[in-house]
């Protein structure tokens, strides 16, 4: 059974903090892993990535995969409120020719004044 | 504006009554996808559609019924099958059945009384 674990479950931190969110997998065929942003909506997609050791970055949130230990991080830097959020990891494999994505349960992060 | 449109938003039902949730898309995507959202759960997938009139069962389809009619269209029925229905609901499209990154509606938080 495919499987996505994040970590920590949550955590609180002060605007300006730098915070690592991590994301293992253990997924059959791995194709890809996605970064989405859930505050108290919709998920919004943040990154997507499929090679190994390559960096994607957009503004201060960046994320790097690592496909040999089967991880992949998330960091922010210069964390603001805005931040709040949770942040969920997801990963796709190649499951006949449709996308069905895997979900963590996604880490909650609370930025204080 | 292109984007995922889910009515209602909030959904109060009583135990025993079928309910219909709508979701509908006008960005002209071909895959359409339904997730339950239950607290400290990831996302997990009911159904999900890659072409108009063909849809398949994901992990927890017991219980749900869909159509896919049109390809801007893809409502979720839940049965009085389903034995918790009480969730949030949430609709994504993806340009085609192999891309990956899925964009999400704003949900339907469903309450069976």
């Known amino acids: 059974e495919d499987k996505v674990v994040q970590s920590p479950l949550s955590l609180v931190v002060h605007e300006g903090d730098t915070v690592t969110l991590n994301c293992s997998y253990e997924v059959t065929n791995f194709r890809s892993l996605l970064w989405y942003k859930q505050e108290k909506k919709a998920p919004t997609f943040l990154f997507m990535l499929t090679s190994s050791g390559i960096e994607k970055k957009s503004g201060r949130l960046s994320s790097i995969l690592d496909k040999k230990e089967l991880f992949s991080i998330l960091n922010i830097t210069a964390t603001q409120t805005g931040d709040s959020a949770v942040y969920l990891c997801?990963?796709?494999?190649?499951?006949?020719?449709?996308?069905?994505?895997?979900f963590g349960t996604g880490t909650r992060l609370q930025v204080t004044l | 504006d292109g984007g995922i449109t889910q009515s209602p938003k909030y959904l109060f039902r009583k135990e025993g009554q079928n309910v219909t949730l709508s979701c509908e898309q006008n960005?002209?995507?071909?895959?359409m996808y339904w997730y339950r959202q239950d607290p400290g759960q990831g996302l997990r997938l009911i159904y999900y559609?890659?072409?108009?009139?063909?849809?398949q069962k994901g992990d927890i389809a017991e219980g749900y019924s869909v159509s896919r009619e049109k390809k801007e269209s893809f409502p979720l029925t839940v049965t009085s099958a389903q034995k918790n229905p009480t969730a949030f609901y949430l609709c994504?499209?993806?340009?085609?059945?192999?891309?990956?990154?899925?964009?999400f509606g704003p949900g339907t938080r469903l309450t069976v009384l």
């Open positions: 997801a990963v796709g494999p190649v499951t006949g020719t449709a996308s069905k994505l895997t």
């Open positions: 994504a499209s993806s340009t085609t059945s192999r891309s990956d990154t899925q964009y």
């Open positions: 559609s890659q072409i108009v009139n063909d849809f």
């Open positions: 960005l002209n995507h071909d895959a």
